[in-house]
């Protein structure tokens, strides 16, 4: 029951977020433009529906012209490695790998957490082609720029 609360909240929360004001621009301190069409998705969860979730609204604001970074840890890294099973979901008939494929070939950044690798059995070759090992410098650096919206599933 928490989890599915968790996960309302969660989508609640981001559909808010993306209908406040929508994808444009915004000015950055400095004086320059920003774009707020920077979104950071970040997906730790091991619940496969909260994954799906988090892919299905990635490629959506892809689709509208965002360009997306996706940082996944804990149990959702999984989604990173290759030869990982994962749930159908209806009515698309795809897994949540499937929905994170294709966000990348959208041109979405794809990483898994620094400290994914050191402390389970996988190495960089068992990443899906295309998938990174964040640092967390450049990380950091990322959320602080001014019109990054930032989203956590």
Same mark, same amino acid.
Request: hydrophobic fraction near 45%; charged fraction near 15%; charge should be negative.
């Given at each position: 029951?928490t ?12 559909? @808010? ?8 621009? =915004? ?8 774009? !707020?069409?920077?979104?950071? =998705? ?25 360009? =997306? ?12 490695v ?20 294709? @966000?990348?070939?959208?041109?979405a ?21 295309? =998938? ?7 990380? !950091?650096?990322?959320m ?10």
């Amino acid at each position: 029951m928490t989890s599915n609360n968790t996960f309302r909240t969660a989508l609640f929360l981001t559909v @808010l977020g993306l209908g406040m004001g929508g994808l444009g621009s =915004v000015q950055a301190q400095d004086g320059g433009s920003a774009s !707020a069409e920077d979104v950071f =998705v970040v997906v730790s969860s091991g619940e496969a529906q909260t994954q799906m979730m988090a892919m299905v609204l990635g490629n959506q604001v892809a689709a509208k012209g965002a360009s =997306v970074r996706v940082l996944l840890c804990d149990a959702a890294a999984r989604l990173a490695v290759q030869g990982e099973s994962f749930p159908t979901f209806e009515p698309a008939g795809r897994t949540p790998q499937n929905l994170l494929q294709g @966000l990348m070939q959208k041109g979405a950044t794809v990483e898994v957490c620094a400290i994914f690798l050191p402390n389970t059995e996988y190495e960089s070759s068992d990443l899906l082609d295309g =998938v990174g090992v964040a640092k967390p410098g450049p990380i !950091a650096d990322h959320m602080l720029k001014p019109g990054v919206r930032y989203f956590t599933f």
